[in-house]
């Protein structure tokens, strides 16, 4: 089971991406659990400085972006 985490502080890009998160992982049919990080502490954890970002299984793949839920499900694949 992959781990997709939305890391961001809540602003409206970062709702919209753990959006097309969700509808990625039902797109894709892979089984994931999306979480959404909001504690500053941990999202400069990931080495992110420009939210909203985008990792999968720990390691960050998108900052700064609001990617669609097809480019993310490739991500998935």
Known sequence: MKLIQVLGPG???CEKL???AEEAVRQ???EAIVEKITDINVITGFGVMMTPALAVDGEV???GKVPSANE???LLA
């Open 61 to 63: 793949k998108i900052v």
């Open 72 to 74: 993310i499900a490739k």
């Open 28 to 30: 894709s049919g892979v």
């Open 18 to 20: 753990k959006h097309n």
């Open 11 to 13: 602003c409206s890009k």
